[in-house]
């Protein structure tokens, strides 16, 4: 299994891509680091401490990190992921609390200790990741490999025209990580192959009810608000599940039939708060990134599908 730290502001599909991590046996999660975004910081504790014991990974240490952006306002998704980033479907609590340390310095930590062993996993706003490389300028070098789900390579976005909601949520953060950025380190799984190849069809979502583990009754009762969300706001006929299909892409690596590297930037203006710039000029800068453009669907489906049959981690 791959030895992972996953960063996350844990929403509905946060959690999903956490039971991939810790329930599919591909991945040994050392630690989880949780930041605000989808929801303020103490819900994304608490659900990322939810999600770990439905995987069976009760024992994986939870810490908290930044409670907001490093110069924005926080701004959080609830009105999609429901009030509790959960589907607000009463979800009891957690048994445990978050670990002591923060989680820029959990992440500096395990990177010194585990030189080139990890594999980082974000999948909300980069506040924590870069919060830890103000500190430590390297650190990027440090990880065997640094997984984003962020941005929309195609300038396609999600909450706002052109922007995708992570690297809206905190755009210095997110320039912060592509200054330190080397593509042969950093990859980041954007918007447009979520909502390429990781919809959550009316059919998917029958198929996931009827496996009928709870593994695979949480991860569909917790879409309920991001299905509706779909539905009536969008008008798709499915949800997508952008941070599964990030996690997805870390856990199996041949998943990926199509990345671009260039070099990359995040606008800060008011209008294109967060969109990626990405330089395709033959003379553009050396490439800074490597963008995931296309992912095989059918072997991502099969792996949730078979991580939710489960019954999880003993
Ligand atoms: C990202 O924003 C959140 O809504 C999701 O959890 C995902 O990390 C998608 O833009
Ligand atoms: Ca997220």
New binding site residues.
């Given amino acids: 299994p791959t030895p992972l730290l996953v960063d996350t502001?844990t929403?509905s599909?946060?959690a999903v891509a956490l039971l991939l991590a810790a329930a599919s046996g591909l991945g040994d999660v050392r630690a989880v680091t949780t930041v605000a975004?989808?929801v303020p910081l103490p819900t994304a504790t608490r659900n990322a401490l939810i999600s770990l014991e439905i995987a069976g990974a009760a024992d994986v240490p939870v810490h908290e990190g930044c409670d907001r952006p490093l110069l924005r306002p926080l701004s959080t998704?609830q009105h999609?992921?429901g009030q509790d980033g959960m589907g607000d479907i009463g979800l009891p609590g957690p048994r445990r609390g978050p670990q002591p340390g923060h989680a820029a310095d959990v992440l500096l930590s395990y990177a010194r200790r585990f030189p080139g062993e990890l594999t980082l996993v974000t999948?909300?706003p980069l506040t924590n990741l870069a919060a830890a490389l103000l500190r430590e300028p390297g650190l990027l070098g440090r990880f065997r490999h640094v997984y984003c789900?962020a941005g929309a390579a195609d300038a396609h976005g999600?909450i706002t025209a052109t922007a995708?909601?992570?690297v809206w949520a905190d755009p210095e953060a997110a320039g912060v990580v592509l200054r330190a950025a080397h593509p042969d380190t950093v990859t980041w799984v954007g918007?447009d192959v979520s909502r390429k190849y990781a919809v959550m069809t009316p059919e998917d979502q029958r198929r996931l009810e009827r496996l009928g583990t709870p593994v695979a009754a949480f991860a569909h009762r917790i879409n309920r608000t991001v299905a509706e969300w779909a539905r009536e706001v969008t008008g798709l006929a499915g949800y997508d599940l952008?941070?599964p299909i990030a996690m997805a892409v870390a856990l199996r690596p041949d998943l990926v039939l199509e990345e671009e590297r260039a070099h990359v930037t995040i606008a800060l203006g008011d209008e294109t708060r967060g969109q990626m710039i990405v330089d395709r000029r033959r003379a553009a800068r050396e490439p800074n990134l490597t963008m995931v453009r296309r992912v095989d669907e059918a072997g991502f489906k099969d792996l949730l599908f078979a991580t939710c049959a489960g019954t999880g981690r003993a």
């Fill in positions: 502001d929403g599909d946060d975004g989808n998704a999609v992921h999948l909300g789900m999600n995708e909601f992570n918007w952008p941070d």
